[in-house]
Structure formats: C-alpha cells, structure tokens
C-alpha cells in the first residue's frame, strides 16, 4: 500500500490500522541483558556484550531514565533503541530501572532515591570497571538526579552527560508557573494520596499541549497505510501511557526545593547531608538540549554548563522535541553518534586529563558529530 491512495485510499488505509491493531502492541525493551542487582522495586540491568573484549570501551555507561517513566524508552525497538546501538558499537551499557513503587514507598524520600539507590548502582557498575569509574547519562528528571549525585558523590563518575534535564526550575516553563502557584498544595496532594499518581501528572502533561492527542490521530490515520510507522507509533505510545507514580515524601521535597527554591542553582541544596553544588563537579560533563522541548525548555537545561567547575564542558543543542529526538531513527544519525563520540574519546583517565600535566585540547571541544563507532580502549 502507498500513501497516494492508488491501492484503495482511505478505506485500504484504515483497513490495514485494523489488520495492525489485531496483532497487539509491538514487543519493547528486546535487547538481551541480564538483571545483576535488584532492591525494593528497582533493577539494574546489564546488556549483553556483542563484539570481543579487545574491540570494547573501557569505561561502561550507566543510563538513567526518568523516575516516573519506564526505562524502555531507551530500548524501545530494533533500529530505534539508543540501547541496542551503544551495545552494537563496543560500549558496555548498563540502566536503571526504577520499578513501581507501591503503597509501602510513600515514606521513600529524595535522599533515598537520589543517594542511595543512584549511588549503589553506579558502585555496581563502577566498582567492576578497571578505572573504578563509570558514564553516567540521566533523562530528564534522571539527568537533575544524575547532576544532584554528582555534584555530592564526584568519585565513581568519569563523565556526566544530562540529557534534556532540568537545572534551572525558575525557567521550567508552564510547569514551573503550575508547581509556583499558591493554590497548588503538594502536601495535601502527598497527604492525600500518599504516592503521587501517574494519571494526575499525565494529565498534568497533556495539558501542556491540549491538542496532541488529536494531532496524535490525525498523523495516524495519515499514516495507517504504513506499517513501520505503525509499529513506531504504537511502541512509542505504550510507553508514553505506561508511567509510574512518584514516591510520596521524595516529590514533596522535589516540589519545594528545586521547582519552588531552585536550590539546585542557588548552591543551597544538599544530599543526604552533604552539599550538592554544581561547582563541585569538575569531571567531563555534556549538556544536551532540544530546540523544541516543551517539557524541558533549553533555559532550564543549559544552565549546567556554566554551573559547573569542569574545563571540559559542552552543550550539544539538536533539532527535535523531548521523546522524538531520542528515540527516532534520525537520533541514530544525529544523537546517539555524538554522544557515543563524546564518551569514546573521553575512555581513559588520560583521554578524561588524569594522569597528565595540562588537560587535553580536545577535552573543551564539542562532541565529535562522526557517525560511525567509537574506537575501542587502548
């Protein structure tokens, strides 16, 4: 079937939707891996190897999603999971995956969450490196919790690369405006409910853009005819509506010290009683923001650049929105190259300017955009 309707138009179209939908919603998260730590509800999972030791980066990653998505965005399908490509280009790759919390992790607070559990699961993933340091890449509110526990644990992280994440909460955009206002009570919401639910911030987000969902269905039937647009769009949509609420205590303290003090930038906040300014991270770090992100806007991402002490920073500014521009086959071309480039030639303490007399030149220089794999360790 084509989409100039010479082999039935709209009627072939939406017949073809049907035969689709009567195969269930696409398989995701089909990267082979194994789960080598696990507490309470969250994992850590480990992605099988597929080249030989000796054609591997030294350094493994440890890729930290959001706390109220699922991690199978980052291994969404074949030929469109950032997982399976990092995987396929010698990187040894590592997630976290937060689980669902249940009513007995209303009492999990951010020093739990951000502290604790963060910090094992980079001890897991460090601790087994040659360097005893690892990557670390957080998504979104995965890339605030990511700077938070860098800026007050630096040991374990050879680099940190926030992806689409907020630091700035007074430039958070509309939800910044919403979490501000004074009839909005987080601690009745959290006395209330206990766990905040993953059907009251949804709807939060489909506020943001009332008419998405419409265009969501227009684009679909537009498209019906096209199976591999199909399958993208139904895998993409599973996880957009398979969310997960946030531990009580932990968005209490979210809401009033980062989007309503903006400690975080202010250099005021600590973690588990120790500061957590983001002067003191000075290893390797990329911030990386999207043109059109209107859930993250580039004023509340960019900021990390000029927050932290690193000489070696950059930020990588991309077309594309908040979910499109991660998981789409154009981020195979575009971002996920570069941040493999980023990570490849950041893969040793040297290459990171340990060891040497001056830090190496192209230490300040933007990210590599050369598509093809990194290079294996020395």
Known sequence: MTADGKTGGVLASLLNLARRAGRGLPAVGQTPHDVIYSENKWRLLRFRPVRPPDERCRTPILLVPS?????????????????EWLVAAGHDVHVLDWGTPTAEDRYLDFDDICQRYLGRALARVADAAPDGVAHLLGYCLGGTLTAIHTAANPARVATLTALAAPIDFRHGGTLATWTRSPTFDVDALVDGFGNVPWPLMQASFH?????????????LADRAWDDEFLDGFLATEKWGNDN????GECYRRYIHELYRDNRLLAGTLRLAGRPARLDAIDCPVLAVTFEHDHIVPVASAAPLIDGVASPDKA???LDGGHVGAVVSRKAARTLWPKLSGWWADRDTDLARGLGADEPLSA????????AGPPRAAD
């Not at 997960?244 to 531990?247: G, I, Y």
């Open 207 to 219: 506020l943001l853009r009332p008419t998405t969902n419409l265009t969501k269905l227009i684009a």
């Open 244 to 247: 997960v609420s946030f531990p």
């Open 67 to 83: 706390l109220i998505n699922r991690w199978y965005v980052l291994d969404l399908q074949p030929g469109k999971s950032f997982v």
């Open 363 to 370: 230490a300040v220089e933007p990210p590599s955009a050369a």
């Open 315 to 317: 930020r990588l500014h």
